[in-house]
């Protein structure tokens, strides 16, 4: 028995199979059923682009040794009107002071008003805004530097940590702010003091929904996903003390960005970003380092937009739809499975390239989906196939032995009768050597289409023992009953040589039949019940008759 590949689907399945696989994959996305699986797949491709630390950008750490030479915290602002005049000396060109100065210190205002000149004086500092709720569940308020400090700092910007779903660092927000995206990110702000980059066109994925936005609530737009340097906290670093003391020399300052921020243990926030986990998080002095990094290389990375995710899924889980009317791709699993292979491909590509975040699991499993179903009906088409005649389509040898082991079974379990007959076709050889096998093919087609018609409940069974045998399963049938039915299919036959008397593909022919019913107290088994049918087959077949009908 052979099995040839299922063909390419016809016009109007394609159409049906496109719409239905679209509506599937538009649904996964808009519900982000495929999030986690999406974040972890661009966390493990993103690994493999290459993100080099650029060395102009010196990290000086708040850690423990400062504490341990300076004091507690927080320092009085005079520590850090000397940093911003030690580094101003040593000829910086940006400085991000990431620490809060939003209130006043109270006994010690000449510190605040030394900060504040130092700030002036340099004119490269940029101080951080915060939003924080104001009570329990409550609105949010900007936490900014005192007006003092605002007014002499070059620039304000946002320290927002934007965190997934999964608690990852993936995201960075580079506008947000209170009611509207007013405030430039850290990064941002620090990046934007040269003044040709301050009219820069902001990449990233816009927020639709602005217009919309209450005045109480934290807004965030341009969203794109910070490449993070291998490893994440690879760049310059420096102690605030050695810096302050002077032990860093002037050389290893000069023209570098520097951003200040908190590392000690207890005192700084721990990030999960790709590639580092929560046991070992990222500083928050680090995360505003990668993202000023992005800015200073642009390698930005802005995520799709839903619209053009689904889009794009649409189109890759469509293709094989296309792509099977090409030479080489007719049979529908070959496209499909290459599509699954090319839709993380593209990914990649898109990620390393053209620097765009293409979430691709949705499609992939659109496509996997379409290929398991494949897979599923290419089995119980070989397993029909198994079990089937090829010539007449009705079960084979296999298939009856099964089913008349299962009914025997059965019939004792609920008491009811089992009927069986084994028909044969008389002269069946003579047919074959007078008018060829094509002839011979046409009868037995011919017979297995009044059989099929003459058992038609679902547990009747129709099967082609073999040459020109036949048997009909029957059961919860009684003997009376299989008689009739044996007389009906001999009237059939009758009819069909009435109406094709001179046909050449099939001509007339008769059948014997040989008859058995079991009740359950014969406790007969598989074979003796169709050695009874068999022989009831040889006794009709004896009596020469043409239409002959035989009980055991």
């Given at each position: 028995?052979s099995t040839?590949?299922?063909?390419?689907?016809?016009?109007?399945?394609?159409?049906?199979?496109?719409?239905?696989?679209a509506?599937?994959?538009?649904?996964?996305?808009?519900?982000?059923?495929?999030?986690?699986?999406?974040?972890?797949?661009?966390?493990?491709?993103?690994?493999?682009?290459?993100?080099?630390?650029?060395d102009?950008?010196?990290?000086?750490?708040?850690?423990?040794?400062?504490?341990?030479?300076?004091?507690?915290?927080?320092?009085?602002?005079r520590?850090?009107?000397?940093m911003?005049?030690?580094?101003?000396e040593?000829?910086?060109?940006?400085?991000?002071?990431?620490?809060?100065?939003?209130?006043?210190?109270?006994?010690?205002?000449e510190?605040?008003?030394?900060?504040?000149?130092?700030?002036?004086?340099?004119?490269?500092?940029?101080?951080?805004?915060?939003?924080?709720?104001?009570?329990?569940?409550?609105?949010?308020?900007?936490?900014?530097?005192?007006p003092?400090?605002?007014?002499?700092?070059?620039?304000?910007?946002?320290?927002?940590?934007?965190?997934?779903?999964?608690?990852?660092?993936?995201?960075?927000?580079?506008?947000a702010?209170?009611?509207?995206?007013?405030?430039?990110?850290?990064?941002?702000?620090?990046?934007?003091?040269?003044?040709?980059?301050?009219?820069?066109?902001?990449p990233?994925?816009?927020?639709?929904r602005?217009?919309?936005?209450?005045?109480?609530?934290?807004?965030?737009?341009?969203?794109?996903?910070?490449?993070?340097?291998?490893?994440?906290?690879g760049?310059?670093?420096?102690?605030?003390?050695?810096?302050?003391?002077?032990?860093?020399?002037?050389?290893?300052?000069?023209?570098?960005?520097?951003?200040?921020?908190?590392?000690?243990?207890?005192?700084?926030?721990?990030?999960?970003?790709?590639?580092y986990?929560?046991?070992?998080?990222?500083?928050?002095?680090?995360?505003?380092?990668?993202?000023?990094?992005?800015?200073?290389?642009?390698?930005?990375?802005t995520?799709?937009?839903?619209?053009?995710?689904?889009?794009?899924?649409?189109?890759?889980?469509?293709?094989?739809?296309?792509?099977?009317?090409?030479?080489?791709?007719?049979?529908?699993?070959?496209?499909?499975?290459?599509?699954?292979?090319?839709?993380?491909?593209?990914?990649?590509?898109?990620?390393?390239?053209?620097?765009?975040?293409?979430?691709?699991?949705?499609?992939?499993?659109?496509?996997?989906?379409?290929?398991?179903?494949?897979?599923?009906?290419?089995?119980?088409?070989?397993?029909?196939?198994?079990?089937?005649?090829?010539?007449?389509?009705?079960?084979?040898?296999?298939?009856?032995?099964?089913?008349l082991?299962?009914?025997?079974?059965?019939?004792?379990?609920?008491?009811?009768?089992?009927?069986l007959?084994v028909?044969?076709?008389?002269h069946?050889?003579?047919?074959?050597?007078?008018?060829?096998?094509?002839?011979?093919?046409?009868?037995?087609?011919?017979?297995?289409?009044?059989?099929?018609?003459?058992?038609?409940?679902?547990?009747?069974?129709?099967?082609?023992?073999?040459?020109?045998?036949?048997?009909v399963?029957?059961?919860?049938?009684?003997a009376?009953?299989?008689?009739?039915?044996?007389?009906t299919?001999?009237?059939d036959?009758?009819?069909?040589?009435?109406?094709?008397?001179?046909?050449?593909?099939?001509?007339p022919?008769?059948a014997?039949?040989?008859?058995?019913?079991?009740s359950?107290?014969?406790?007969?088994?598989?074979?003796?019940?169709?050695?009874?049918?068999?022989?009831?087959?040889?006794?009709?077949?004896?009596?020469?008759?043409?239409?002959?009908?035989?009980?055991?």
């Amino acid at each position: 028995m052979s099995t040839t590949p299922s063909p390419a689907p016809k016009p109007l399945a394609r159409v049906l199979i496109g719409v239905g696989a679209a509506a599937l994959v538009t649904l996964i996305t808009l519900l982000g059923l495929t999030y986690r699986l999406d974040a972890w797949l661009y966390d493990t491709l993103i690994a493999g682009v290459d993100q080099p630390v650029d060395d102009r950008v010196l990290n000086i750490a708040i850690d423990e040794k400062s504490l341990s030479e300076i004091g507690r915290w927080p320092w009085s602002r005079r520590t850090h009107a000397q940093m911003i005049e030690r580094l101003r000396e040593a000829g910086v060109r940006g400085i991000a002071l990431n620490v809060l100065l939003s209130e006043p210190a109270l006994f010690d205002p000449e510190g605040d008003a030394l900060l504040a000149r130092a700030l002036s004086r340099s004119g490269n500092v940029v101080l951080p805004v915060l939003a924080e709720a104001a009570e329990l569940n409550g609105n949010s308020v900007e936490l900014m530097p005192i007006p003092e400090f605002a007014a002499s700092a070059a620039a304000l910007g946002h320290v927002d940590m934007a965190l997934d779903a999964d608690g990852v660092a993936r995201s960075h927000f580079l506008r947000a702010g209170l009611g509207s995206p007013h405030w430039p990110s850290l990064a941002l702000a620090l990046y934007q003091l040269e003044p040709e980059r301050s009219t820069m066109e902001l990449p990233g994925l816009r927020n639709p929904r602005l217009e919309a936005a209450s005045p109480q609530q934290w807004v965030r737009d341009h969203q794109v996903l910070v490449p993070y340097a291998s490893p994440p906290n690879g760049f310059r670093h420096a102690s605030y003390s050695d810096v302050l003391n002077g032990r860093i020399p002037d050389a290893m300052l000069r023209g570098r960005w520097v951003l200040i921020g908190v590392t000690a243990t207890g005192m700084s926030n721990e990030l999960a970003v790709p590639g580092y986990s929560r046991q070992s998080g990222l500083s928050g002095l680090d995360y505003q380092a990668n993202a000023f990094n992005m800015l200073l290389r642009d390698t930005a990375i802005t995520p799709m937009s839903v619209t053009a995710q689904v889009l794009l899924s649409i189109a890759l889980v469509v293709s094989p739809l296309l792509l099977c009317s090409l030479p080489g791709l007719r049979r529908i699993w070959r496209p499909t499975l290459l599509m699954i292979g090319i839709v993380p491909l593209a990914a990649f590509l898109l990620l390393a390239f053209a620097q765009s975040w293409y979430p691709p699991t949705a499609a992939m499993m659109v496509l996997a989906l379409g290929a398991s179903v494949w897979i599923y009906r290419r089995l119980r088409r070989t397993h029909r196939q198994a079990q089937s005649d090829p010539l007449t389509g009705l079960a084979n040898r296999s298939k009856f032995d099964s089913a008349l082991d299962q009914e025997l079974r059965t019939a004792r379990r609920t008491g009811q009768p089992l009927s069986l007959l084994v028909l044969d076709i008389d002269h069946f050889k003579q047919f074959n050597d007078n008018s060829g096998h094509a002839t011979g093919d046409a009868i037995l087609r011919a017979l297995a289409q009044i059989l099929r018609s003459r058992a038609r409940r679902p547990r009747d069974l129709v099967a082609r023992l073999g040459g020109d045998e036949f048997a009909v399963l029957l059961p919860e049938t009684s003997a009376q009953a299989a008689a009739t039915i044996a007389t009906t299919i001999h009237v059939d036959l009758a009819n069909l040589s009435a109406r094709t008397p001179d046909s050449e593909t099939t001509p007339p022919f008769s059948a014997s039949i040989g008859i058995h019913t079991c009740s359950a107290e014969d406790e007969l088994g598989a074979e003796e019940l169709f050695g009874l049918a068999d022989t009831a087959l040889y006794r009709a077949k004896q009596a020469g008759r043409n239409r002959s009908v035989s009980h055991a």
